[in-house]
């Protein structure tokens, strides 16, 4: 049957407020957590890894039933580390008994943007967990990052997004860190890995060169040798599909904030069908509630 967005019995956008508030204090709380990167990178791909298993054409997968602790997909590799993210939200789980697994990690997200610095992200309530094992996706549907361009078009079409799209969502590579234990690759991307900003675009135009180590292909900045590309992120440069937005990008950050909130929005939706008329809430930050 369809994944109807099904809100908990006379919750509001007070509610979801409260919970936004108790994840933002938190990620206060742990500020030096992964070498100062905080948990922002951590919940913005929590959020994404649980949407990003979208297919639309079996309409399978999706954050709706909030199924990343269950096998197979927990074991899925390219999810390693994101234990981290789902116990860090465990404990509003357990305060907020009422909320979802799936509207718990993409509210977490959510706010990882917003209390970085980035745009405002609209975000409705409603997913529904599920214990059944018809509702969790096989692994393989989350990206592989030693590929080319041609790949990352591919797949982001099983999700149904455009090149633009495609372009603005690989701006959250601002946030967090890759971590070798986790995907074999090493480092940020940049030195503001703990604020949202069009950074990622502004390097990516910058110069890279293959790093010399031992781990996974990956490029390292000329400047500074100290940050990282991987070589799905060098393919956006390397396709004139994707370039043009690369370089809008990095030259007008309000713009990729625009585009990026529309984007991170319909993925952290997909595959959740709403009632018509459903409003979007948008939550107000920490620094506009003082
Ligand atoms: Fe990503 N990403 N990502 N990514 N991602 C990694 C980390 C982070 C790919 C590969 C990796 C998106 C798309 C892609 C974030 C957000 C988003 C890591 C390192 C790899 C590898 C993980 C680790 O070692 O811990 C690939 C490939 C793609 C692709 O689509 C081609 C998208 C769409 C988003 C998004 O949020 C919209 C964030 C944030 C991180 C940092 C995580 C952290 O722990 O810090």
């Known amino acids: 049957g369809a994944n109807v967005a099904t809100v908990p019995q006379g919750k509001t956008l007070k509610d979801y407020q409260e919970v936004y508030n108790d994840i933002a204090a938190k990620i206060e709380e742990n500020l030096d957590y992964d070498g100062g990167a905080g948990f922002y990178g951590q919940l913005v791909r929590l959020a994404w890894h649980s949407s990003g298993t979208y297919d639309k054409n079996t309409k399978t997968g999706g954050s709706y039933y909030g199924t990343m602790i269950f096998y197979p997909e927990a074991s899925d590799g390219a999810n390693n580390g994101l234990a981290n993210g789902r116990d860090f939200l465990y404990e509003?789980?357990?305060?907020?008994?009422?909320?979802?697994?799936?509207?718990?990690?993409?509210?977490?997200?959510?706010?990882?943007?917003?209390?970085?610095?980035?745009?405002?992200?609209?975000?409705?309530?409603?997913?529904?967990?599920?214990?059944?094992?018809?509702?969790?996706?096989?692994?393989?549907?989350?990206?592989?990052?030693?590929?080319?361009?041609?790949?990352?078009?591919?797949?982001?079409?099983?999700?149904?997004?455009?090149?633009?799209?495609?372009?603005?969502?690989?701006?959250?590579?601002?946030?967090?860190?890759?971590?070798?234990?986790?995907?074999?690759?090493?480092?940020?991307?940049?030195?503001?890995?703990?604020?949202?900003?069009?950074?990622?675009?502004?390097?990516?135009?910058?110069?890279?060169?293959?790093?010399?180590?031992?781990?996974?292909?990956?490029?390292?900045?000329?400047?500074?040798?100290?940050?990282?590309?991987?070589?799905?992120?060098?393919?956006?440069?390397?396709?004139?599909?994707?370039l043009k937005y690369v370089k809008l990008y990095a030259a007008d950050q309000d713009l990729f904030f625009a585009d990026f909130s529309k984007a991170f929005a319909t993925l952290l939706e997909l595959g959740i069908e709403y009632p018509r008329g459903t409003k979007p809430f948008l939550f107000k930050t920490v620094e506009e509630q003082e």
């Open 92 to 242: 509003f789980a357990v305060k907020y008994p009422w909320i979802s697994r799936g509207d718990l990690w993409t509210l977490g997200g959510v706010v990882a943007v917003q209390e970085s610095g980035g745009p405002k992200i609209p975000w409705r309530p409603g997913r529904v967990d599920s214990y059944e094992k018809k509702d969790i996706p096989e692994n393989g549907n989350l990206p592989d990052a030693s590929q080319d361009g041609k790949y990352v078009r591919n797949y982001f079409k099983r999700l149904g997004f455009g090149d633009r799209e495609i372009v603005a969502l690989l701006g959250a590579h601002c946030l967090g860190k890759c971590h070798p234990e986790n995907s074999g690759y090493d480092g940020p991307w940049g030195p503001s890995f703990n604020m949202f900003t069009n950074d990622f675009f502004v390097r990516l135009l910058g110069s890279w060169h293959v790093r010399q180590w031992d781990g996974e292909k990956q490029y390292e900045d000329d400047e500074t040798n100290s940050f990282m590309m991987l070589p799905t992120d060098i393919a956006l440069k390397e396709e004139s599909y994707f």
